[in-house]
């Protein structure tokens, strides 16, 4: 019987992904109409973004253990989190984590070593592409990185929190983020990490200048192999 997945959410568009993703590809393992048994609960984006702006990483724990509790009430036996910034507060949580969770960093870094990558682009927040969220996974499966310019940072974040988490996905956005990877391709990288979860719904990789590691899709992925197999 597969296991019962704990999501703890963030923002909306990406959690949905990661939802509909499990639930969307698990017929492919577990038969028609299946998927594991999932939990969701997420707090407004808003309560988040207050600890984030001022650095305050316990408090983001917090609000994390917080869903996990709820999770793990309703059934949750491990969780994950569809949001790559707010994994900064994950050393926190790890402390008092009741459940085993997956990192969404760790998954990404393990897709990227598999596939050989070796000088991955970050793309995300500016709190996650200035941050050590990727570069300590990064170290430690000896893969390099790099991140935008400041002004690029400064344009991708603002359209992911004007834009990208309210469902808006313009055409000119999605552009640009095309030009940032050329940009990024240029300075030696071979992929690029989709690290915000919502950047998968605007980036289409069939016309990317570098490989995409989406890691909503790929945290989703392993959530439903660690389910079925575990």
Same mark, same amino acid.
């Given at each position: ?44 984006? &808003? ?15 917090? &609000? ?73 996974? &990064?170290?430690?499966?000896? !893969?390099?990185?790099? !991140? ?50 919502? !950047? ?17 899709? &790929? ?12």
């Amino acid at each position: 019987m597969a296991k019962h997945i704990g999501i703890v959410a963030c923002s909306a568009e990406g959690a949905a992904l990661c939802y509909r993703t499990i639930c969307t590809e698990a017929a492919q393992r577990m038969g028609e109409h299946s998927h594991p048994e999932i939990t969701m609960h997420t707090y407004p984006l &808003l309560e988040y973004m207050i600890h984030v702006r001022t650095g305050d990483l316990e408090g983001v724990a917090q &609000l994390m253990l917080s869903s996990e509790a709820k999770v793990a009430q309703a059934g949750a036996q491990f969780a994950i989190c569809p949001d790559n910034t707010i994994h900064e507060a994950f050393k926190f949580v790890r402390q008092k984590a009741t459940i085993p969770w997956l990192h969404i960093a760790e998954v990404v870094a393990g897709q990227a070593k598999e596939e050989g990558y070796q000088s991955l682009a970050i793309l995300g927040t500016k709190y996650l592409m200035t941050g050590p969220v990727y570069p300590e996974i &990064l170290k430690t499966a000896d !893969i390099s990185w790099e !991140i935008p310019e400041e002004n690029d940072r400064e344009r991708i974040n603002d359209i992911i929190f004007g834009e990208l988490v309210n469902g808006i996905f313009k055409e000119e956005s999605r552009l640009y983020f095309n030009e940032v990877m050329r940009k990024l391709r240029e300075k030696g990288c071979d992929a690029a990490i989709m690290g915000c979860t919502e !950047i998968p719904l605007i980036v289409d990789p069939s016309d990317c200048p570098l490989p995409t590691l989406d890691s909503t899709r &790929l945290l989703a992925r392993a959530a439903l192999k660690r389910a079925v197999h575990d």
